[in-house]
Nanobody, 122 residues
């Protein structure tokens, strides 16, 4: 599976961005798709995940109510809508895929990774 993220950028606090992860090489059906982020000098952390087999989602506490992960199986694409963004949301955002991650946002449970898209909130 090849994953390509897009939609990153720079914005002011309170603004919104919609990230896109497009997959090729394999169908995303019945897979766990996660969004992760990594700020300079910090460890990569899971932000949100979705199970494309049924639509179940999970979010880290700090983004609940602000971020929404969704999928478009017909387009083999996963989205991350980010609203009311804060400076602490700054980081390089990665899309990742797993066949079975135990419905977890542990990065070591994901097999396929994109190259990332930078998000900067000031």
């Amino acid at each position: 599976v090849q994953l390509v993220e897009s939609g990153g950028g720079s914005l002011q606090a309170g603004g919104s961005l919609n990230l896109t992860c497009t997959a090729s090489g394999e169908d995303l059906r019945d897979k766990y798709m996660g969004w992760f982020r990594q700020a300079p000098g910090k460890e990569r952390e899971g932000v949100a995940l979705i199970y494309t087999g049924g639509g179940s989602t999970y979010y880290r506490d700090s983004v609940k109510g602000r971020f929404t992960i969704s999928e478009d199986n017909a387009k083999n694409t996963v989205f991350l809508q980010m609203n009311n963004m804060k400076p602490e949301d700054t980081g390089n955002y990665f899309c990742a895929a797993a066949t079975n991650c135990g419905f977890s946002l542990r990065a070591d449970r994901y097999t396929y990774w994109g190259q990332g898209t930078q998000v900067t909130v000031s």
